[in-house]
Antibody
Framework: EVQLVESGGGLVQPGRSLRLSCAAS????????MHWVRQAPGKGLEWVSGIGWNSGNIGYADSVKGRFTISRDNAKNSLYLQMNSLRAEDTALYYC??????????????WGQGTLVTVSS | EIVLTQSPATLSLSPGERATLSCRAS??????LAWYQQKPGQAPRLLIY???NRATGIPARFSGSGSGTDFTLTISSLEPEDSAVYYCQQRSNLITFGQGTRLEI
């Protein structure tokens, strides 16, 4: 069964940095695009960023462009999100999600359980 | 950015009834629209992709239709476990989600 396990969340002060990780298993990781999707407490879903199978296609939401960097290590079956200059509005549960395809950024057929990021002084 | 507007915000129906959820895009997304179900404390689950294709393991009572700017998710005969928030998502120009429709059974 496909598993996506996020880690790296926690409490961080505004302006600081945090790096999230997602460990994937039970599928051929380097065949698929991957994404980060977040959900602020009590709010809806917001796509954050996605990356194609070979890192050749990368996209960001306007709200995080220039502050967040997505990356992947196919040898380690892992996805990452480097978050810099964090703001209070970045507080959310961050989900790792698998795409249905490899290169294009499309829809998400498997999700992790999320890691909580809280930005507060 | 393509904005997706879902209606109604909340829908209250009884078991066995038919539910119709709407998603309208601010510009055409062709058929590049998906629907997700999210129950409290759980991650979202993909129901429908590319407007009308059911994802693996999704019951036949869930169906999707539409193209361009207007889309519909229909649940033909509601069951109590269908209580959830439903989100639409487009992939035509980057990725955006609608704000969600809460379905109460």
């Amino acid at each position: 069964e496909v598993q996506l396990v996020e880690s790296g969340g926690g409490l961080v002060q505004p302006g600081r940095s945090l790096r999230l990780s997602c460990a994937a298993s039970a599928f051929t990781f380097d065949d698929y695009a991957m994404h980060w999707v977040r959900q602020a407490p009590g709010k809806g879903l917001e796509w954050v960023s996605g990356i194609g199978w070979n890192s050749g296609n990368i996209g960001y939401a306007d709200s995080v462009k220039g502050r967040f960097t997505i990356s992947r290590d196919n040898a380690k079956n892992s996805l990452y999100l480097q978050m810099n200059s964090l703001r209070a509005e970045d507080t959310a549960l961050y989900y790792c999600a698998k795409d249905r395809f490899g290169e294009l950024l499309t829809h998400f057929d498997y999700w992790g359980q999320g890691t909580l990021v809280t930005v507060s002084s | 950015e393509i904005v997706l507007t879902q209606s109604p915000a909340t829908l209250s129906l009884s078991p066995g009834e038919r539910a119709t959820l709407s998603c309208r895009a601010s510009q055409s997304v062709s058929r590049y629209l998906a629907w997700y179900q999210q129950k409290p404390g759980q991650a979202p689950r993909l129901l429908i992709y590319d407007a009308s294709n059911r994802a693996t393991g999704i019951p036949a009572r869930f169906s999707g239709s539409g193209s361009g700017t207007d889309f519909t998710l229909t649940i033909s005969s509601l069951e109590p476990e269908d209580s959830a928030v439903y989100y639409c998502q487009q992939r035509s120009n980057l990725i955006t989600f609608g704000q969600g429709t809460r379905l109460e059974i």
